[in-house]
């Protein structure tokens, strides 16, 4: 069974930055396609970046392209997602998993917060 931890949340000013980890323990990541999600509040779950273990090719959304930068640690097996210049609209719960369907067991989530 594999645990998903994910940590690192906050609250920041808009144009500050945080560092997100995803902790996974249970079972190696590397066969995996993983990803970072967030929901915020009213709205449906939305895609962020995600990260092909086997390649390392990376992916964002749109919306954070050029600002989000996801990384790993194969020895730690954990996924990280540095979020710079942030902004209001970007604040959510961030949770990471699967990339697709069969997913993992959801973890808890880490609240971020873009506020003045």
């Known amino acids: 069974q594999v645990q998903l931890v994910e940590s690192g949340g906050g609250l920041v000013q808009p144009g500050g930055s945080l560092r997100l980890s995803c902790a996974a323990s249970?079972?190696?990541?590397?066969?995996?396609?993983i990803g970072w999600f967030r929901q915020a509040p009213g709205k449906e779950r939305e895609f962020v970046a995600a990260i092909r273990w086997t390649g390392g090719n990376i992916y964002y959304a749109d919306s954070v392209k050029g600002r989000f930068t996801l990384s790993r640690d194969n020895a730690k097996n954990t996924v990280y997602l540095q979020m710079n210049s942030l902004k209001p609209e970007d604040t959510a719960v961030y949770y990471c998993?699967?990339?697709?369907?069969?997913?993992?067991?959801w973890g808890q989530g880490t609240q971020v917060t873009v506020s003045s």
């Open positions: 998993n699967r990339y697709a369907q069969p997913y993992f067991p």
């Open positions: 249970g079972r190696a990541l590397n066969n995996y396609f």
